[in-house]
Protein backbone atom coordinates (compact mmCIF):
# COMPACT_ATOMS: atom_id res chain seq x y z
CA UNK A 1 0.00 0.00 0.00
CA UNK A 2 1.27 3.76 -0.74
CA UNK A 3 2.07 5.53 2.24
CA UNK A 4 2.04 9.53 1.69
CA UNK A 5 4.19 11.88 3.34
CA UNK A 6 3.71 14.97 5.79
CA UNK A 7 3.87 16.91 2.62
CA UNK A 8 0.93 18.10 0.78
CA UNK A 9 0.24 14.73 -1.90
CA UNK A 10 -1.80 15.11 -5.23
CA UNK A 11 -1.99 12.03 -7.55
CA UNK A 12 -2.89 11.84 -11.13
CA UNK A 13 -5.15 9.14 -11.85
CA UNK A 14 -4.74 7.43 -15.42
CA UNK A 15 -2.10 9.96 -16.42
CA UNK A 16 -0.29 7.97 -18.78
CA UNK A 17 2.50 9.83 -20.39
CA UNK A 18 0.89 13.11 -19.36
CA UNK A 19 1.36 12.95 -15.51
CA UNK A 20 0.76 16.62 -13.84
CA UNK A 21 3.79 17.98 -13.01
CA UNK A 22 4.33 16.92 -9.03
CA UNK A 23 2.02 14.60 -8.84
CA UNK A 24 2.14 10.71 -8.50
CA UNK A 25 1.35 8.90 -10.80
CA UNK A 26 -1.34 6.14 -10.94
CA UNK A 27 -2.21 4.18 -14.45
CA UNK A 28 -2.50 0.52 -15.07
CA UNK A 29 0.12 0.84 -17.85
CA UNK A 30 3.90 0.03 -17.50
CA UNK A 31 5.43 3.57 -18.94
CA UNK A 32 7.64 6.24 -18.35
CA UNK A 33 5.93 8.05 -15.65
CA UNK A 34 3.72 5.80 -13.81
CA UNK A 35 4.70 6.13 -10.26
CA UNK A 36 1.65 3.53 -8.85
CA UNK A 37 1.36 0.69 -11.23
CA UNK A 38 -2.37 -0.31 -10.50
CA UNK A 39 -6.29 -0.46 -11.98
CA UNK A 40 -7.40 3.13 -11.15
CA UNK A 41 -10.95 1.64 -11.66
CA UNK A 42 -10.43 -0.66 -8.26
CA UNK A 43 -10.01 0.02 -4.71
CA UNK A 44 -6.82 2.12 -4.64
CA UNK A 45 -3.69 1.15 -2.83
CA UNK A 46 -3.94 4.39 -0.51
CA UNK A 47 -4.96 4.95 3.05
CA UNK A 48 -8.15 6.66 4.50
CA UNK A 49 -7.73 10.71 4.49
CA UNK A 50 -4.41 10.69 2.84
CA UNK A 51 -4.77 12.51 -0.21
CA UNK A 52 -4.51 16.34 -0.88
CA UNK A 53 -6.04 16.86 -4.31
CA UNK A 54 -6.62 13.81 -7.13
CA UNK A 55 -6.71 14.69 -11.24
CA UNK A 56 -8.34 12.34 -13.13
CA UNK A 57 -8.48 13.45 -16.86
CA UNK A 58 -10.73 11.19 -19.40
CA UNK A 59 -11.64 8.21 -16.54
CA UNK A 60 -14.96 8.64 -15.74
CA UNK A 61 -16.25 7.83 -18.70
CA UNK A 62 -14.56 4.43 -18.54
CA UNK A 63 -15.00 2.87 -15.36
CA UNK A 64 -17.84 0.35 -15.14
CA UNK A 65 -19.87 1.32 -11.62
CA UNK A 66 -19.28 4.81 -11.48
CA UNK A 67 -20.82 5.49 -7.53
CA UNK A 68 -17.87 3.47 -6.53
CA UNK A 69 -14.92 4.78 -8.15
CA UNK A 70 -16.68 8.15 -6.46
CA UNK A 71 -17.11 6.45 -3.63
CA UNK A 72 -13.15 5.61 -3.54
CA UNK A 73 -11.95 8.86 -4.57
CA UNK A 74 -13.71 10.31 -1.53
CA UNK A 75 -12.15 7.56 0.70
CA UNK A 76 -8.93 8.75 0.34
CA UNK A 77 -9.65 12.50 0.12
CA UNK A 78 -8.82 14.43 3.01
CA UNK A 79 -11.61 16.37 4.70
CA UNK A 80 -11.18 19.06 1.69
CA UNK A 81 -9.39 17.58 -0.85
CA UNK A 82 -9.60 18.99 -4.17
CA UNK A 83 -10.74 16.67 -7.05
CA UNK A 84 -10.17 17.84 -10.46
CA UNK A 85 -12.34 15.74 -13.17
CA UNK A 86 -12.02 16.23 -16.83
CA UNK A 87 -14.14 13.96 -19.47
CA UNK A 88 -15.98 13.90 -22.94
CA UNK A 89 -19.00 15.73 -22.32
CA UNK A 90 -22.16 13.98 -22.68
CA UNK A 91 -23.89 16.37 -25.37
CA UNK A 92 -21.06 15.00 -28.23
CA UNK A 93 -22.47 11.33 -29.06
CA UNK A 94 -19.50 11.67 -31.41
CA UNK A 95 -16.59 11.82 -28.81
CA UNK A 96 -18.89 9.87 -26.16
CA UNK A 97 -19.34 6.70 -28.20
CA UNK A 98 -16.56 6.58 -31.09
CA UNK A 99 -14.15 4.95 -28.70
CA UNK A 100 -15.45 1.39 -27.46
CA UNK A 101 -14.08 1.86 -24.17
CA UNK A 102 -16.06 4.61 -23.22
CA UNK A 103 -19.21 2.97 -20.91
CA UNK A 104 -21.18 6.19 -20.24
CA UNK A 105 -22.20 9.47 -21.28
CA UNK A 106 -21.17 12.21 -18.68
CA UNK A 107 -22.36 15.98 -17.46
CA UNK A 108 -21.44 18.18 -15.47
CA UNK A 109 -24.67 17.85 -13.95
CA UNK A 110 -23.94 13.80 -13.39
CA UNK A 111 -21.94 15.23 -10.36
CA UNK A 112 -24.62 16.99 -8.64
CA UNK A 113 -26.14 13.84 -7.26
CA UNK A 114 -22.66 14.06 -5.30
CA UNK A 115 -23.42 17.56 -3.57
CA UNK A 116 -25.75 18.32 -1.26
CA UNK A 117 -25.90 21.80 -2.09
CA UNK A 118 -27.87 20.79 -5.25
CA UNK A 119 -31.24 20.08 -5.82
CA UNK A 120 -30.30 16.40 -7.13
CA UNK A 121 -27.77 16.30 -4.37
CA UNK A 122 -30.51 17.01 -1.71
CA UNK A 123 -33.19 14.23 -2.86
CA UNK A 124 -30.86 11.62 -4.35
CA UNK A 125 -28.01 12.33 -1.98
CA UNK A 126 -28.74 8.22 -0.35
CA UNK A 127 -27.41 6.42 -3.18
CA UNK A 128 -23.74 6.96 -1.67
CA UNK A 129 -22.22 8.41 1.33
CA UNK A 130 -19.65 10.12 -0.90
CA UNK A 131 -19.70 14.00 -0.59
CA UNK A 132 -18.20 16.61 -2.57
CA UNK A 133 -19.10 20.25 -3.04
CA UNK A 134 -18.74 21.44 -6.44
CA UNK A 135 -16.97 24.70 -6.87
CA UNK A 136 -16.50 25.28 -10.56
CA UNK A 137 -17.34 24.12 -13.79
CA UNK A 138 -16.18 24.64 -17.85
CA UNK A 139 -17.77 23.51 -20.55
CA UNK A 140 -15.71 23.68 -24.08
CA UNK A 141 -16.91 23.11 -27.84
CA UNK A 142 -13.74 21.94 -28.48
CA UNK A 143 -11.62 18.80 -27.12
CA UNK A 144 -8.43 20.00 -25.34
CA UNK A 145 -8.89 23.50 -26.11
CA UNK A 146 -6.20 24.19 -23.26
CA UNK A 147 -3.38 22.12 -25.56
CA UNK A 148 -4.79 22.44 -29.30
CA UNK A 149 -5.40 24.80 -31.37
CA UNK A 150 -7.89 23.70 -34.06
CA UNK A 151 -8.62 25.61 -37.66
CA UNK A 152 -9.58 28.85 -38.11
CA UNK A 153 -13.81 27.85 -38.28
CA UNK A 154 -13.37 25.79 -35.17
CA UNK A 155 -11.98 27.96 -33.14
CA UNK A 156 -14.05 30.64 -33.87
CA UNK A 157 -16.97 28.32 -33.08
CA UNK A 158 -15.12 27.15 -29.97
CA UNK A 159 -14.96 30.90 -28.74
CA UNK A 160 -18.91 31.84 -29.41
CA UNK A 161 -20.12 28.44 -27.66
CA UNK A 162 -17.62 28.32 -24.62
CA UNK A 163 -19.02 32.43 -23.92
CA UNK A 164 -22.59 31.20 -24.09
CA UNK A 165 -22.37 27.91 -22.15
CA UNK A 166 -19.92 29.26 -19.45
CA UNK A 167 -21.96 32.45 -18.75
CA UNK A 168 -22.74 31.22 -15.35
CA UNK A 169 -24.25 27.95 -14.12
CA UNK A 170 -27.34 28.87 -15.33
CA UNK A 171 -26.44 29.31 -18.96
CA UNK A 172 -24.47 25.74 -18.19
CA UNK A 173 -27.88 24.07 -17.38
CA UNK A 174 -29.40 25.34 -20.78
CA UNK A 175 -26.72 24.03 -22.34
CA UNK A 176 -26.59 20.52 -20.83
CA UNK A 177 -30.60 20.60 -20.96
CA UNK A 178 -31.48 22.21 -24.39
CA UNK A 179 -28.87 23.05 -26.78
CA UNK A 180 -25.71 21.17 -26.27
CA UNK A 181 -26.87 18.04 -28.08
CA UNK A 182 -27.23 20.04 -31.36
CA UNK A 183 -23.52 21.80 -31.58
CA UNK A 184 -21.61 18.50 -29.62
CA UNK A 185 -19.90 20.12 -26.75
CA UNK A 186 -16.77 17.84 -26.65
CA UNK A 187 -15.22 18.00 -23.47
CA UNK A 188 -16.06 19.51 -20.00
CA UNK A 189 -14.49 20.52 -16.52
CA UNK A 190 -15.30 20.13 -13.03
CA UNK A 191 -13.60 20.85 -9.70
CA UNK A 192 -14.52 19.73 -6.37
CA UNK A 193 -13.80 19.28 -2.54
CA UNK A 194 -14.14 16.74 -0.42
CA UNK A 195 -17.33 17.11 2.25
CA UNK A 196 -16.30 15.05 5.50
CA UNK A 197 -17.33 15.45 8.98
CA UNK A 198 -13.93 16.72 10.25
CA UNK A 199 -13.85 19.15 7.14
CA UNK A 200 -12.12 22.38 7.81
CA UNK A 201 -11.99 25.34 6.35
CA UNK A 202 -12.38 25.38 2.03
CA UNK A 203 -9.04 25.38 0.88
CA UNK A 204 -8.12 26.86 -2.68
CA UNK A 205 -9.05 25.53 -5.67
CA UNK A 206 -6.89 23.02 -7.85
CA UNK A 207 -4.72 23.88 -11.13
CA UNK A 208 -6.21 23.03 -13.95
CA UNK A 209 -5.04 20.61 -15.40
Not at 152 to 165: C, N, S, Y
Request: hydrophobic share 40%; proline share 7%.
Amino acid sequence: MATPTSHRVVIDLGCGFRKKPGAIGFDIARIPGVDVICDVMRPLPLRDDSIDEIQASHIVEHVDDLMAFMGEIWRVCKPGALVYLRFPHGSSKYVTWKDPTHKRGVFLATFEYFDPNTFDGRAWGYYHPAKFEITRQQLNFNMNADTWQPKWARRIAGKVFDTLANYNGRAQYFCERFWGNWVGMEEAHIWMRAIKPAEDEPSAEPATA
